[in-house]
T-cell receptor
Framework: EADIYQTPRYLVIGTGKKITLECSQT?????MYWYQQDPGMELHLIHY???????EKGDLSSESTVSRIRTEHFPLTLESARPSHTSQYLC????????????????FGEGSRLTVL | KNQVEQSPQSLIILEGKNCTLQ??????????LRWYKQDTGRGPVSLTI?????NTKSNGRYTATLDADTKQSSLHITASQLSDSASYIC?????????????FGRGTQLTVWP
């Protein structure tokens, strides 16, 4: 079992609301990631972090923001949710091998399914 | 263009039967290839990771093969069980970027019937 936790598992909110998806891991991993996944589609990287105070945007453009103040915590925030943000959001972590080009084994959380009405 | 293609898109088999899932990729330069199992509504769980020099790797009833020359991989499931019903995702990592970028396939949805 991976020690990476996401809350909430399910969230239904109205348009314009601010939401934060929480992600915590207890494995001491430096690298953390947020992916977006729609049904039948591949995972898309939206944010990643190499460590504390390090955050980068991923391949898929996203209106969300992230922060990495503590190693174990990597929350994702949407300032004003819209129906187009409805999706499954997956948080993941991996060890840092010293080579930034080598992504180690990924451990995923259970996901947060967001529905914006 | 770096891509990962999986086939079939979906598959239904009877409990106890074997099956093989396919993954073709064009990712270069190649670093490693991973297979993940994703139960409905859950996060993916790693099954195997294979580097360039590895041709086959097993994890219980799951056996993955890799042909780096033809850029193909397969995941063979032996004596399937109802709990094998899930999406199986092929992921290829490159070494050409500073991220160690991962390219995800869309998955094969496997359903095992009793």
């Amino acid at each position: 079992e991976a020690d990476i936790y996401q809350t909430p598992r399910y969230l239904v909110i109205g348009t314009g609301k601010k939401i934060t998806l929480e992600c915590s891991q207890t494995m001491g991993h430096d690298k953390m990631y947020w992916y977006q996944q729609d049904p039948g589609m591949e995972l898309h990287l939206i944010h990643y972090s190499y460590g504390v105070n390090s955050t980068e945007k991923g391949d898929l453009s996203s209106e969300s923001t992230v922060s990495r103040i503590r190693t174990e915590h990597f929350p994702l925030t949407l300032e004003s949710a819209r129906p187009s943000h409805t999706s499954q959001y997956l948080c993941a972590s991996s060890e840092y091998s010293g080579d930034s080009r080598n992504t180690g084994e990924l451990f995923f959380g259970e996901g947060s399914r967001l529905t914006v009405l | 263009k770096n891509q990962v293609e999986q086939s079939p898109q979906s598959l239904i088999i009877l409990e106890g039967k074997n099956c093989t899932l396919q993954c073709n990729y064009t990712v270069s330069p190649f670093s490693n290839l991973r297979w993940y199992k994703q139960d409905t509504g859950r996060g993916p769980v790693s099954l195997t990771i294979m580097t360039f020099s590895e041709n086959t790797k097993s994890n219980g009833r799951y056996t993955a093969t890799l042909d780096a020359d033809t850029k193909q991989s397969s995941l063979h499931i032996t004596a399937s069980q109802l709990s094998d019903s899930a999406s199986y995702i092929c992921v290829v990592s490159d070494r050409g970027s500073t991220l160690g970028r991962l390219y995800f396939g869309r998955g094969t949805q496997l359903t095992v019937w009793p």
